[in-house]
């Protein structure tokens, strides 16, 4: 069980605060309920590039990193498809510095053309270094485009193009930061060498002041059930070939999500599991195999992932990989399958728990699903999960109908 | 009462953290282990740490794969059998090589280590380096070495190793593609029976354990049934590349990959630590003179780093940072730059107040967590240097002053000592 408390400022802020006293820091981290599938699709890519902007000063401080390391602090953010989150880690004694560095940006950021002109070329080149300069760089960009048709999910977080990064304007910075950064969108998670009640206090000094923006998210467009077979199929200097699956699956306030990560585990979670001993390493089919969810919190995409051994072909490798799922939808896995997962669960969940700085990305993170609560009531999803949920599920999601395939051919 | 946010909170100093060198419990057989308990949840890793790195091979690839072929099956147990048993208890089993040593680690729930390590003894005294998982291992890794040399930064970090130290030198990065197919599994025997054995290993342990977790040691591993004698290996001295500026051509590469560098000291030089703040000032955190210069200032790339590399019986500086083609010689003028304002003016007050503050916070970050003191540990003892020298890290960083920093700086940055590397599309 991980014990952590929940408070709430008038003007809608939430405040979770986790203590962790084997350590000499602490963690402040702010989640904003904002990411790339809030985006105008248009304009893609903002939500990461108004994180860069957020560290070019606030309405009372115009530099951010600079007192923060003066405090001996150090920090970082990142933006994902649903959740902009950012967090810095400090000595205790220093732990006020964060409250006034955090609360002075949700206030209100010091807009700048100069700042927005350098962070534009900034993501630009982050997007060259990510993407574009990297061998099997754009697959995820080709694999959300054909899974998805309406949902926003459909373009990657960086952004779809470098022209829509290039266009953005300080109007458009502006409106976001007023529609999206407000304490009614927000978590505080405070994690480490804290004392609660001085948490609070703080809180209360520094967030309480700052205006409630009456937030309404956006209504996203439901991703309509897919019905038939897609493939793509593209030519690209790599190499090995590699071919991609790509599952709609459940969303992560759903029980299903939890079967549907118990499968993964099944598929490739270590070395003993079912892809690696068999297509890997008994058949030799595949150099690189995994198969792992997308973890989007709305409903997002089952994977599995392949690079082909040398003169195997991609039709070979798609029915090698079906087989083994068609395995999963007929024959249950046995007890000790079962209980292996769990086992490797057990171990994650105490692992995460050594690191007070995770532990704050990980409530902030569940708080952006749905509540952070769901961070201790998930270990029950898992362990509630049968050979018959399984099976079940397994059947619901590998069908041809529920597919999108990949196939990224190394250029000869 | 309305809060005045330009007033910013007050400052206090950072405690220095209480840092107490392990014991050293010899097994039976006299392998030193190293415990360092520490944490709230039961958990522990453990590494098996033997000297047998590319240090001491004599063909290419054989420290590293020696070492992963050690999990690919044993006399008792088939290379699936070892994968059940660590996945079954929820265990991580990891393995690395790197110049000095070659280190098989596991991360366990404390109260599993009875059934692992007997699978772990099995695994370094009686491995058989099976024919078919050595191919399959050879194939995979033969293909994920194609892919790296898909990278401008692996291009460029390579040739940057081999500007340094020479070809033939074990630090510099040299493996071909043919050397895949050239090695032979005998030759992974050997460099087994000379590297793994009890004279030459030690065994670190970090986390939450008991009294018995020695007892059960000292069974697997401290009996005189694996041990051997060392064969001593000869290395020939560094030579580095006379041509200052390397260029790596990778056609259609959209960013340049730049490394700018050289040698410096090795960690017990009395410059290493001085050197530590110098190159942090410049570009060792976000607010370095790289940073604000190239990236906030003039938006050239994404992320630029200054970096001290510290090996054995070396240490080099490196300079890294991929960029856009068309930004390739306007970085490079802006690197020599900060490299020349650092040998020309002292450092202001404000700027070093600054940097003594985050390398406190550093220290402290750096010494976190049950895993993190056994990589401090390591990071003395591997170096025949003991816990003093965290003392008087800290005291460099409390102490140091913008005379001594403009002095390293005109002693160790002069631009005709640097090595440049680019790897990148042909211009034009």
Request: negative net charge; hydrophobic residues 35%.
């Amino acid at each position: 069980m991980i014990e952590f408390s929940r408070h709430q400022l008038p003007n809608g802020l939430q405040i979770l605060v986790y203590p962790d006293y084997s350590t000499p820091m602490v963690a402040v981290d702010v989640c904003y309920h904002v990411g790339s599938k809030d985006e105008d699709p248009e304009r893609t890519g903002f939500a990461h590039l108004f994180e860069h902007l957020m560290f070019g000063g606030s309405k009372n401080i115009p530099e951010y990193d600079i007192p923060l390391q003066q405090a001996g602090g150090e920090n970082n953010a990142y933006t994902t498809n649903d959740m902009t989150n950012y967090y810095l880690t400090l000595p205790k004694a220093n732990i006020e510095t964060g409250f006034w560095l955090e609360s002075d940006r949700m206030l209100e950021l010091a807009f700048s053309e100069e700042s927005l002109n350098v962070q534009r070329n900034v993501v630009i080149e982050e997007f060259k270094q990510r993407n574009l300069n990297q061998p099997y760089g754009d697959v995820w960009e080709l694999i959300r485009d054909l899974a998805y048709r309406v949902h926003p999910y459909r373009w990657p977080t960086i952004g779809k193009e470098i022209s829509h990064i290039a266009g953005a304007s300080l109007d458009d910075v502006k409106s976001f930061f007023y529609r999206f950064y407000a304490p009614d969108n927000a978590a505080l998670v405070l994690s480490g060498n804290v004392d609660v009640d001085k948490c609070l206090r703080l809180a209360e000094k520094w967030f309480g002041p700052i205006p409630a923006r009456k937030v309404k998210k956006p209504l996203l467009p439901a991703e309509p059930e897919q019905t038939v077979f897609r493939e793509k199929t593209v030519e690209r200097q790599v190499p090995d070939t590699a071919i991609y699956l790509a599952f709609h699956m459940d969303d992560r306030r759903s029980r299903g999500y939890y079967v549907c990560d118990l499968i993964s585990d099944i598929l490739s979670g270590g070395d003993s599991s079912r892809l690696y001993q068999k297509l890997i390493k008994e058949e030799r089919l595949f150099i690189e195999l995994d198969a792992y969810v997308s973890g989007d919190h709305d409903q997002g995409l089952f994977l599995v992932a392949g690079k082909l051994s040398a003169n195997v072909s991609v039709e070979q490798a798609k029915q090698a990989i079906w087989k083994e799922l068609d395995r999963l939808k007929g024959e249950p896995v046995s007890v000790a399958e079962l209980e292996k997962m769990k086992n490797k669960l057990e171990t994650d969940h105490v692992l995460a728990q050594m690191n007070y700085l995770n532990m704050a990305q990980e409530l902030a993170t569940w708080e952006n699903i749905e509540k952070a609560e769901l961070i201790n009531e998930q270990i029950e999803f898992y362990h509630a999960v049968s050979a018959a949920d399984i099976c079940e599920t397994a059947r619901r999601l590998f069908r041809a109908e529920n597919c999108s395939q990949l196939n990224y051919l190394a250029k000869k | 009462m309305k809060v005045n946010r330009t007033i910013p909170p007050p400052i206090r100093p950072i405690e220095k953290p209480l840092l107490t060198p392990p014991a050293c419990i010899l097994l039976d057989n006299g392998l030193p282990v190293y415990p360092l308990f520490s944490g709230t949840q039961e958990i522990c890793k453990i590494d098996f740490i033997f000297e047998a790195g590319t240090w001491q091979q004599d063909v290419p690839l054989q420290a590293a794969l020696t070492n992963a072929m050690l999990q690919e099956g044993s006399e008792n147990y088939s290379a699936g059998a070892i994968a059940e048993k660590f996945d079954f208890y929820g265990a991580y089993l990891q393995h690395s090589a790197d110049h000095h040593s070659g280190t098989v680690s596991v991360i366990a729930l404390t109260k599993h280590l009875p059934n692992l390590l007997p699978v772990i003894e099995d695994m370094v005294k009686r491995p058989i380096f099976p024919e078919k998982e050595f191919e399959t291992i050879v194939t995979r890794r033969k293909q994920r070495f194609l892919l790296e040399n898909e990278k401008v930064k692996v291009l460029s970090q390579k040739k940057f190793s081999e500007a340094l130290f020479g070809a033939g030198y074990p630090y510099a990065q040299t493996t071909k593609e043919e050397d895949y197919e050239k090695l032979q599994r005998s030759r992974l025997i050997d460099f087994y029976r000379s590297f793994y054995h009890s004279n030459n290993c030690k065994i670190v342990v970090s986390g939450r354990f008991g009294d018995d977790l020695t007892v059960l040691l000292n069974h697997c591993f401290g009996g005189n049934d694996w041990g051997s004698k060392t064969p001593v290996r000869t290395t020939p001295d560094p030579n580095p590349s006379p041509d200052r500026k390397i260029f790596v051509l990778k056609p259609g590469a959209i960013q340049s990959a730049i490394r700018v560098g050289k040698t410096l000291v090795r960690k017990d030089h009395p410059d290493y630590l001085p050197l530590q703040v110098l190159i942090t000032i410049l570009g060792g955190y976000f607010s370095s003179r790289l940073m604000t210069n190239i990236r906030e200032e003039k938006g050239y790339t994404y992320g630029i780093g200054a970096h001290f590399i510290t090996l054995k019986k070396a240490g080099y500086l490196v300079i890294a940072t991929e960029v856009d083609k068309n930004y390739e010689q306007a970085t490079l003028n802006e690197i020599f730059l900060e490299l020349r304002r650092l040998q020309q003016e002292l450092i202001g007050h404000d700027e070093l107040e600054r940097v003594r503050q985050y390398l406190l916070g550093d220290y402290l970050r750096d010494l976190d967590g049950p895993f993190a003191l056994a990589a401090n540990f390591l990071g003395v003892h591997e170096y025949g240097l003991d816990y003093d020298f965290y003392e008087k890290q800290y005291r460099t960083i409390l102490t140091i002053t913008p005379e001594k920093l403009k002095q390293l700086a005109e002693g160790y940055l002069h631009e005709d000592t640097f090595h440049t590397v680019i790897a990148g599309r042909e211009s034009g």
